[in-house]
């Protein structure tokens, strides 16, 4: 789908690298969010206010938190030098319902979708979201 933004709009890919980390998990932010929209539209018979409520489960600060604890075994180390960089950023505001540990790991989750879907690894990052769904579900 990038790709296709970048052609549409005549832009080229930037140096992800030089992207600011609070930038990269502003966009995995929303793509972790469309992963999440198109699975459970596509696989339950939810609608309106409940599909919400479903997705709204997977992308509280908590719940990534814990998937982002889950998932530091299979990241490579590339992945883990970015969602570091991202668990350490200083973000401008924290969330009122977790802790600033928890809101840190999300960032750093969030980073890692964000480069991942920049760069292209559009297949990896849905990958990811699959296999930390699981560790979110005890949260659920």
């Known amino acids: 789908m990038e790709e296709k933004i970048?052609?549409?709009?005549?832009?080229?890919?930037?140096?992800?690298?030089q992207v600011p980390v609070l930038t990269l998990a502003y966009v995995g932010d929303s793509a972790y969010d469309l992963i999440l929209r198109t699975y459970f539209a596509e696989t339950t018979m939810l609608h309106g206010k409940p599909l919400h409520?479903?997705?709204?489960?997977?992308?509280?600060?908590?719940?990534?938190?814990?998937?982002?604890?889950?998932?530091?075994e299979v990241l490579t180390e590339e992945e883990a030098a970015v969602y570091r960089r991202g668990k350490n950023a200083h973000p401008e505001t924290v969330s009122k319902h977790?802790?600033?540990?928890?809101?840190?790991?999300?960032?750093?989750?969030?980073?890692?979708?964000?480069y991942l879907y920049l760069s292209g690894q559009t297949e990896r990052a849905v990958s990811l979201v699959k296999e930390g769904m699981k560790y979110a579900e005890e949260q659920i």
């Open 6 to 17: 970048r052609e549409i709009f005549g832009i080229t890919a930037p140096d992800l690298r």
């Open 53 to 72: 409520g479903k997705v709204q489960a997977y992308v509280t600060a908590r719940s990534q938190a814990k998937i982002a604890d889950g998932l530091q």
């Open 98 to 114: 977790a802790s600033l540990t928890e809101y840190h790991k999300a960032t750093g989750l969030e980073a890692l979708i964000g």
